[in-house]
């Protein structure tokens, strides 16, 4: 079988072709920084979860075959563009210094993200090592500095979404990291989709004449296949050796690049007339589609085979609870300017809870729980203090815990959560294990100073507890996570592990304001509630105020800035969770799937420089 190829003019041949257009080059930083954005958008108060797959799958179109300096920026544009608007709560009341330097300085772990997506976005499979390296980043982003940052971790976003029954398989990393790989999923499948069509018109183009003499005639030049051949910012090309191969040309078997065709004859073998092995022009292997398709289905169908372990039905009965809001005088951080005004608002309100349950309007509760800071004046120290509290716990005759700021003659502050007893008085006490940096102490105060003055409102620094806290409260074991606890996985575990039947996050969110952080911060506990399979309850100072049943269920919840009383009756359980009992090893092998695509990539590098020597 002879092939003639169709003639091209010469001049088309030597045509230059034409640059292209200097907006071009700001597509993929302008797609990294949306997709930071829709990550934020995904965040509460809006209940938008579903917006982190487009914004991961645009994640991944912005990095998949760049280099690594390239995917760095990116990574870091995407950064900013998730955790500026995310963080801006930070600068509420103490200017944009702060929540800048904040922002910049936890997007670099994003930019490192963005980075290590890029070196594995080459291999065969990238959607699940590019997810796996999204947790690493989270995992080490949530350990330093300053024991770690772990606030907008993808998981926190997922409270109100479907893949949210896998916090209870293996916690925040594998909700985090089904998130990450459906949405990487979603554009791997639209890009193999894209190549097969591509395939097909070229497949198209080619006549196969069974005459035994007749040839195959192309006409056109092909366009990749969806070999997606680009030229990044650093001038190195964007090659598809994911597993997506560039059409062939029949008469040459190079690939088909857009080059238009060169003059020439061929003699065919005439396998194609007689019906040989030969593949199909523009026919692409089914792996990387199948890999596509197993990266959206694998997060989807964990998620419905996951919905068993969302369990809310009372293994060990059930307890009321009441949560007290107090609200403070101001907001801001001045609202402690009147410390005794704060404690006297949550002495009001449990007072009148007790008028209530006397006069029938409200259920008698088996305990009371008050937010963080609910006395910023140490009823140790203080015997005013100390007997309003025991008068208000001797109202409403059951024990009650109390936030307090104490404060020895010598060494550090201590952010205490005391169970009063309304017949012995203060019984046990918990101090805050994980204070925050820049918030309840300052590292390097010296330094920072320089940079903002409002370091020395922290005059004393609060030093960290060592003992998980757990309070017998009437029978119920409650464990207990100090507001910024939340945010971390083992500050919340360790208390399940302790036997704890229920969970309370005593917070005091009033030095932020009416910003979106309670909210976030809300999420948390709806996470942790189905996470561990516990009631959670979150009283805080100023809203808000939340009951939220193992399922994640938000039974009742106050508004912001408005004193208030929660009275529920909630489910208490005993039984582990696979993620409570687990704890951090499906964290460490998601870590380990990020090291070995990064290992691989490493690898496969290392190995075509030394082909390329040779």
């Not at 103490?94 to 922002?103: F, I, N």
């Not at 594995?120 to 959607?127: E, F, G, I, K, T």
């Not at 489910?571 to 998601?590: H, K, Q, V």
């Amino acid at each position: 079988m002879s092939a003639t190829i169709t003639p091209v003019d010469a001049s088309a041949a030597d045509t230059v072709p034409a640059p292209a257009p200097r907006w071009r080059r700001f597509v993929r930083p302008g797609a990294a920084l949306l997709s930071g954005l829709l990550l934020y958008l995904s965040f509460p108060p809006r209940p938008l979860w579903w917006l982190a797959l487009p914004a991961f799958a645009l994640l991944g179109w912005s990095l998949r075959g760049r280099r690594l300096r390239a995917g760095f920026g990116l990574g870091y544009l995407a950064g900013l563009g998730f955790l500026l608007p995310l963080l801006v709560w930070t600068g509420e009341e103490v200017g944009p210094g702060p929540w800048l330097a904040l922002a910049a300085v936890e997007a670099l772990f994003v930019a490192l993200a963005g980075l290590g997506i890029a070196a594995v976005s080459r291999l065969p499979w990238w959607p699940f090592f590019a997810a796996g390296v999204w947790i690493l980043s989270e995992a080490v982003r949530a350990r330093v500095p300053f024991g770690g940052f772990p606030w907008g971790k993808i998981a926190f976003g997922q409270a109100d979404g479907m893949f949210l029954p896998l916090a209870a398989v293996g916690g925040t990393p594998v909700l985090g990291f089904a998130v990450a790989l459906c949405g990487f999923g979603l554009y791997e499948a639209y890009r193999q989709i894209q190549a097969r069509r591509a395939a097909g018109t070229e497949t198209g183009t080619v006549r196969d004449e069974d005459t035994g003499t007749g040839g195959d005639t192309r006409t056109g030049t092909g366009a990749g296949a969806g070999n997606d051949v680009g030229t990044d910012a650093e001038g190195g090309t964007d090659s598809e050796a994911g597993g997506v191969v560039p059409a062939r040309t029949p008469a040459t078997g190079t690939p088909a690049t857009g080059t238009p065709a060169r003059t020439g004859t061929g003699t065919g073998t005439g396998i194609e007339a007689a019906g040989g092995a030969r593949p199909r022009p523009g026919t692409l292997p089914r792996g990387p589609l199948v890999a596509a398709a197993l990266a959206v289905l694998v997060p989807v169908a964990g998620a419905l085979a996951a919905l068993p372990l969302v369990d809310d039905s009372a293994e060990d009965g059930t307890a009321t609870v009441a949560a007290v809001q107090g609200n403070v005088p101001r907001l801001g951080l001045d609202f402690n300017s009147q410390r005794r005004a704060v404690l006297d608002n949550h002495v009001a309100r449990t007072r009148e809870l007790a008028e209530d349950v006397k006069a029938g309007r409200a259920p008698q509760p088996d305990f009371v729980l008050w937010p963080e800071n609910s006395s910023d004046i140490d009823p140790y120290a203080n015997p005013d203090a100390a007997d309003v509290i025991d008068g208000a716990v001797r109202a409403i005759g059951v024990p009650t815990v109390i936030g307090a700021v104490i404060a020895p003659e010598t060494g550090k502050l201590r952010n205490t959560l005391i169970e009063w007893d309304p017949d012995r008085g203060p019984v046990a006490t918990y101090d805050k294990r994980h204070v925050q940096p820049f918030g309840e102490y300052i590292p390097m105060r010296s330094l920072v100073r320089v940079f903002n003055s409002n370091v020395d409102r922290v005059s004393r620094d609060f030093g960290a507890g060592t003992k998980v806290g757990v309070f017998d409260l009437a029978g119920t074991k409650v464990g207990l996570a100090t507001c910024y606890e939340a945010a971390f996985d083992w500050a919340v575990r360790d208390t399940v592990t302790h036997g704890a039947q229920l969970i309370s996050v005593p917070s005091n969110n009033a030095t932020f304001g009416r910003s979106e952080m309670t909210y976030q911060q809300l999420a948390m506990s709806r996470v942790r509630a189905v996470e561990h399979s516990r009631s959670v309850v979150v009283p805080v100072t100023s809203g808000v105020s939340a009951v939220i049943r193992p399922d994640g269920e938000i039974v009742a919840e106050t508004k912001m800035f408005t004193p208030d009383v929660l009275v529920e009756k909630v489910p208490l359980r005993s039984s582990l969770t696979p993620a409570t009992r687990m704890g951090t090893l499906p964290e460490a092998l998601l870590v380990a799937l990020a090291a070995a695509g990064l290992g691989w990539s490493a690898f496969r590098s290392v190995r075509a420089r030394r082909t390329g020597a040779e």
